[in-house]
């Protein structure tokens, strides 16, 4: 069985945690974790320690294959780890069995796919990207990485999401649009223009509320 450890022991680490193991059947081996003390358990899984010993433990055969389960709040660090590691340690994707994703689309390796997504025709999800429940990718859409899409979050066809956006729980972005760099889209908003700015857009139409 393939032996997967996570970086996280939060939310986001216990979750892929859960998915990993009831769905895709991995063996987590346990999580790297700056904040909590190694060979400890947290919900019975052990800490191997810190991140800096994520590298020395993989050349020593501890575990197959990794993922990032830090969340959105911390975008920026999610992607410098995994730019780290990134052609070093194999990263695994897990693709919840009860999501659909047509055999034309590509994703990348690191991603998170949870229950219900739906990704479709010519699709392209960049890594380390994280679809929650219920998220529809249309047709011809492309995701970059350290993308985030909330649950139930909808983007129709041919749209572009550049890399680290987090794209709000119900919302939804329509055809042909094209979304810049770290922007945030609030829950419940739409999209119907291209949002160039970087920062936090919300309502319906979209509005700039806050830049970054
Ligand atoms: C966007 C969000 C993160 C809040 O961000 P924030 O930076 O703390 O923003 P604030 O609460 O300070 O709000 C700033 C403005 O945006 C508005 N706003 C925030 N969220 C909004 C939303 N979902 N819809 C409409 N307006 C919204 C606020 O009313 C406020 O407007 P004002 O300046 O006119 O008074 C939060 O509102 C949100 O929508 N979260 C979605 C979370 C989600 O998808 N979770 C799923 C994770 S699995």
Redesign the pocket.
Known sequence: MTRLAIIGSGDLGQHIAHHAVQDEKYKVVGFFDDYEVKGTLKNQILILGAIAEVEDMFRKGDFDCLMIGIG?KHIKVRRELYEKLSGKIPFATLIHSSSYIDSSAEIGEGCFILPGCTVDKHVKIGANVLL?VGAVVSHDTQVDNHC?L??S?SIAGKAHIKECC??????TIIDNITIEPFI??????VVIENLTISG?Y??VPAKL??RF
């Open positions: 959105y929650n985030f909330s649950p979050s987090i794209i709000g729980i119900n919302s945030q889209i609030a829950g419940g908003t936090m919300a309502g509320k806050k």
